[in-house]
């Protein structure tokens, strides 16, 4: 099932456009609403914009509402400042998953359990002197056979798009599937 996501995550690759940042948050218990998470942000409702009001910032991010949790999209360079206003959505009581890639074919993943978290990196994978990139998987290490085939080895080359890989991970884990056609429609979308 995992690889059949990795397959379908593969085909939609050139739909997503040269950077993205993707998140994903589910609260253990209750309900994230969008009002919740734009307060988690930062923001305050005076800062969202109807997604039908025209035109869009180019650096705005979208949340949509999935469920109990909240999907963000930003469609802007994956940089530190950007990360950090999602990353306030994990904490204590969320599952919060996070992806992103450039154009220079850079991709990150990080998930926070709580207080347990993991990173993966592209398209070598992070490690230190005497941590392997293993290691820093987290609660990501179930997945550590799909990893090995996202990177080069010296007998092969990889055989799983690192990106497909990262968003299948996130499906499996949080139970949200990144669907074009029914992302966009979700209503309410508002956009900060």
Known sequence: MLDEAVARYADMLDQFGEDM???VTVPDSGVLTIDDAV???GYTATDLQDPDDLPHPGDSISLHQVGAGIVTLDWVFPVPERRQMTDRLGGEGFRHW????DINGYTSMHVR???A???LEGPEPASGPFTPWTE???PLSAYVGLFNRCYDSEEADASVDI???CLAVVEAE???RLDWSGLFIISPSLVI
């Open 98 to 101: 996070y992806v992103a890639f």
């Open 163 to 165: 990106v497909a890989a």
């Open 39 to 41: 307060r988690r942000m």
């Open 136 to 138: 820093l998987l987290g």
């Open 113 to 115: 359990y709580g207080q």
């Open 174 to 176: 949080s139970g949200v």
């Open 117 to 119: 978290e993991g990173d």
């Open 21 to 23: 940042a993707y998140t």
